[in-house]
């Protein structure tokens, strides 16, 4: 997705009823310490002016609707880049009954609503640091490669069966009390 | 500032109560006494005690329960606070049926208003003689009839329970029909209405204002907030044990979470009787005077943004960079610290972490002081904010403000002196209060508790015992009531807890400070320019995620007198 | 006001110099599958059921999902084999949920009566080894199956 923001991009940040603590990593991204400006990221007021969306909260039903004209007022090529546990999964609030649970469910009513999904990138973190964001961000953008993969372990083992011995004493039991 | 106290006030107290008529009083914690009344006698035992205390009585929060299951009825506990005795008054009373009903409050003590309403919607509890009896939490396409917070409404039921059913008739999803509650009639033809959110340049959280100006001044403000309902307190009493719940007490808010989560434990520590060891006490003090650096810092920058001053927004965000170090330090997370467990911390402040924490005060003191110092010289700054915004102590108090704000308008209240917890009662703290009731007000009073907390913290440093982190505990003992109030950067944060079995929560009640701030808004944007809403709305240092409720406000309702003055002010000005 | 705001460069090298992080720091938990036994401790403990537990017929699944975790380290806290740790990783962006997943499968012991898949091998084994010789047997048998046994013994005994 990187290409189509050239070297600047512009962030609106959609806060969709988040606890406020990825809210203020996002503004913290653009302070002294972390100035994300310098990589040509700019936050702007309006969903019109923007590029990306930096989305926090799990999505509550009370703002999804604004949350939905939102995403639907940002001119294409977008993308978004979902910020903080909340935002990617639904985080605590996965199951309660006024949450919609993260951007992936949100997508779901995208799809009945025959809206498409922009592309979307993930940053975990609860509230993640602002250089986790930034990461998110040039992740976004192509400027970084991605370090967090799926892992599987699947355990190999070859004996299953009890150990001899204890397999005696065993089935002499059940033989015993099949019989009862 | 310290005040009379001991076991013959609260004698005393006792003695009151029973007199104006409450059927059981019992002291179920320190500080902490709680009567219960039959519905027929709430009203009178109120009044009787409004005559009683007169002003020093304020309305914290209600609590609505639903006790069917154990006893058979609905419970309503209201939260009074008596900051001149050092007490917490709570005042029980029951209402049977599925449909219960108990006298409202509102009419003698306005900040009930928002709370009961609260109740009314999560738990179907009808406040007889409520003034505004409408929706607050739930979002708009809410059921009626269906309480979330009883007992037999399961927490993972969702409102949509599949994508699909968003979709309404004719293809048009059901949600985009909920707007706004129409607007009062009492607006005046030829009135602008200027809509501020939910998504604004100016706010940073969802929430949605509707301004009607008068060429360039308010003349009404309506507000719709609650985007932020996320069903905290049903997860608590469901899904969680005790231990679980710090952690989501501390994501009612990612700024003052920290906050939360003790008050969360201190209710249940309080109901359990678990005593914590003073080294862990020590260290919540001193997370939480960090955490208010942290809060107050950040309210400057955003303040002085929303004055169009961005340098003091760099500068200020950049003084904070090293509190945020520190707390990462010390706890593994810039934010959410994750540092408490019912009965004490999870991680220790050593002699490094110790020097590393006096370092940055040192920095942050020097830097904050000379910064804060020059700008509040500035004329440009105080000119922009000297008599805007104000907020009288009368209003004040009716409307049960709480925190810096209280205290710029005059009220010295302050949960740390007035019910001390964690290790305030081991250290005097002073309590900065203003009484210009404007918005410099509100700068300067923060700008003492910076300095404050700086001075708080190394004394706690200093004197901090050596000992366990942790206190040993058996299970919950199940139907206990407890009660814990913090002074949040905000102002005063009570957490109502009603132990459950299998140590788990029966009922859990945070209430955060904004929720009672919020209700103030209104009353000082009436008559004021446009242009300053913003940093009115900033100056109670709103914070929507802890509050998250609707509400329509209108201004035309009582103070009209002080419009005229304000509005002489201004053309002075 | 020219002193007030300082002179010195705060603006940090990240991303073109890696971030020094403080020890302790609550980043991205790691299960170490070598040393998991599947038996749940931290899947109790989650506040956000980030971490889960799901049985499949052969293998006892346990899965991390960090989209929902919220980094509080009580896992870190509960686990009686140091198995899963904080780590100090927080470049943890990815463009699909998926790769936000850490499974660790491990293999379900069999209960040498009924057959049923009751616990992880390992869990067994540990379990095994903390029992006296003569009794090792009865871990490799599922709970249910174990009270019948020891009633019938007992029962036995009685009479």
């Known amino acids: 997705m990187g290409t189509w923001f050239g070297r600047s991009t512009w962030v609106f940040h959609l806060n969709s009823g988040s606890c406020n603590g990825c809210d203020i990593e996002v503004l913290n991204m653009f302070a002294p310490t972390q100035d994300v400006e310098r990589l040509g990221v700019k936050l702007v007021g309006s969903p019109l002016h923007a590029d990306v969306i930096v989305f926090t909260g799990p999505v509550t039903f009370q703002a999804l609707p604004y949350v939905i004209e939102a995403l639907k007022a940002i001119p294409n090529p977008k993308a978004v880049v979902a910020c903080g546990s909340c935002a990617c999964g639904g985080g605590i609030w996965h199951d309660s009954y006024n949450v919609v649970g993260g951007i992936n469910a949100l997508y779901e009513i995208l799809d009945t609503l025959g809206i498409p999904r922009p592309p979307t990138v993930y940053v975990p973190g609860c509230p993640p640091k602002p250089e986790a964001m930034m990461y998110g961000v040039l992740l976004a953008r192509g400027m970084v490669g991605q370090r967090q993969r799926r892992e599987v372990y699947v355990e190999e083992v070859k004996e299953v069966e009890a150990p001899q011995g204890v397999r005696e004493v065993v089935a002499k039991a059940a033989r015993a009390f099949r019989g009862w | 500032m310290r005040r009379a106290s001991g076991s013959e006030a609260l004698g005393r107290v006792v003695e009151t109560l029973k007199r104006l008529g ?533 201004l035309r309702t009582g103070v009209r007198r002080r419009m005229n003055l304000l509005r002489n002010a201004l053309t002075r000005g | 006001m020219v002193e007030g705001l300082g002179k010195h460069v705060v603006t940090e090298a990240y991303p073109w110099a890696p971030l020094e992080v403080p020890e302790g720091f609550r980043g991205k938990p790691v299960i170490d599958p070598e040393k998991c036994v599947g038996c749940g401790s931290c899947v109790n403990a989650c506040p956000p059921n980030a971490l889960t537990l799901s049985d499949d017929g052969r293998h006892r699944v346990v899965k991390l999902f960090l989209g929902r975790c919220i980094f509080c380290g009580r896992c870190e806290e509960v686990c009686p084999f140091n198995a899963i740790k904080l780590t100090k990783e927080f470049e943890l962006a990815a463009s699909s949920t998926e790769d936000l997943v850490q499974e660790v499968r491990l293999v379900m012991a069999k209960c040498a009566v009924c057959g049923r898949p009751y616990a992880t091998l390992r869990e067994v084994r540990k379990v095994a080894e903390s029992l006296p010789k003569n009794l090792r047997g009865l871990a490799y048998v599922c709970p249910d199956c174990r009270e019948r046994i020891s009633s019938y013994f007992v029962g036995f005994a009685r009479r």
């Open chain 2, 22 to 554: 409450a059927e059981s009083v019992t002291v179920t914690q320190e500080g902490v006494v709680l009567s219960t009344v039959t519905k027929d006698r709430l009203r009178d035992f109120v009044r009787a005690l409004i005559r009683e205390y007169g002003e020093s009585l304020r309305h914290s929060t209600c609590v609505g329960a639903d006790l069917r299951p154990v006893r058979g009825s609905f419970s309503v506990t209201h939260v009074l606070a008596l900051d001149c005795l050092r007490l917490y008054l709570l005042v029980e009373t029951e209402a049977f049926g599925n449909s219960p009903k108990v006298p409202s409050l509102t009419p003698l003590l306005p900040a009930a208003n928002w709370a009961e309403r609260e109740a009314r919607d999560l738990l179907g509890i009808e406040f007889e003689g409520h003034p505004e009896p409408v929706k607050l939490i739930l979002p708009d396409p809410w059921p009626e009839g269906v309480f979330p917070l009883r007992k037999d409404y399961p927490y993972n039921k969702k409102l949509y329970e599949t994508p699909a059913q968003v979709r309404g008739v004719r293809g048009e999803p059901r949600f985009f029909s909920a707007k706004p509650t129409p607007p009062s009639e009492s607006v005046r033809e030829g009135c602008a209405l200027i809509p501020v959110g939910p998504y604004h340049p100016a706010l940073h959280e969802p929430e949605y204002y509707e301004l009607y100006v008068e060429g360039e001044r308010i003349v009404e403000a309506r507000y719709r907030g609650f985007f932020v309902h996320r069903g905290i307190e049903k997860l608590a009493e469901s899904r969680m044990t005790i231990n679980q719940v710090p952690f989501l007490a501390e994501r009612i808010c990612g700024i003052c979470g920290y906050t939360h989560a003790c008050a969360y434990c201190q209710a249940v520590e309080a109901a359990a009787r678990i005593e914590v060891p003073e080294r862990a006490l020590y260290i919540r003090s001193i997370l939480l005077e960090i955490e208010r650096i942290h809060s107050h810092l950040l309210w400057f920058g955003v303040a002085f943004h929303l004055l169009g001053f961005d340098t003091g927004f760099m500068v200020m965000w950049r003084i904070r960079e090293d509190v945020m170090r520190v707390a990462e330090a010390l706890t593994g997370n810039r934010k959410t610290y994750g540092m408490n467990l019912v009965g004490g911390v999870r991680r220790d402040i050593d002699e490094g972490k110790a020097s590393l924490v006096l370092r940055m005060l040192e920095s942050v003191e020097g830097e904050f002081r000379r910064f804060c110092d020059s700008v509040l010289s500035m004329r440009e700054v105080v000119e922009r904010v000297k008599e805007v915004g104000v907020l009288t102590r009368e209003d004040a108090r009716r409307l049960g403000a709480v925190g810096p704000h209280a205290r710029a308008s005059g009220l010295g209240i302050d949960v740390r002196v007035d019910h001390p917890y964690a290790a305030y009662r081991f250290v005097d703290v002073s309590v900065a209060v203003r009484d210009s009731c404007d918005v410099l007000a509100r700068i300067l009073v923060r700008y003492d508790e910076v300095i404050e907390s700086i001075r708080l913290i190394r004394e706690l440093l200093k004197n901090m015992p050596k000992g366990e982190l942790m206190a040993e505990y058996s299970d919950l003992p199940p139907l206990r009531i407890g009660l814990g109030a913090t002074e949040a950067p905000r102002g005063e944060d009570v957490h109502l807890v009603i132990t459950g079995r299998g140590n788990k929560l029966y009922r859990w009640r945070p209430r955060a400070p904004s929720y009672v701030n919020l209700a103030t808004v209104p009353t000082m944007l009436e008559g004021e320019r446009l242009a300053n809403a913003p940093i009115i709305i900033a100056s109670i240092d709103p914070c929507f995620s802890c509050t998250d409720h609707v509400v329509v406000v209108d």
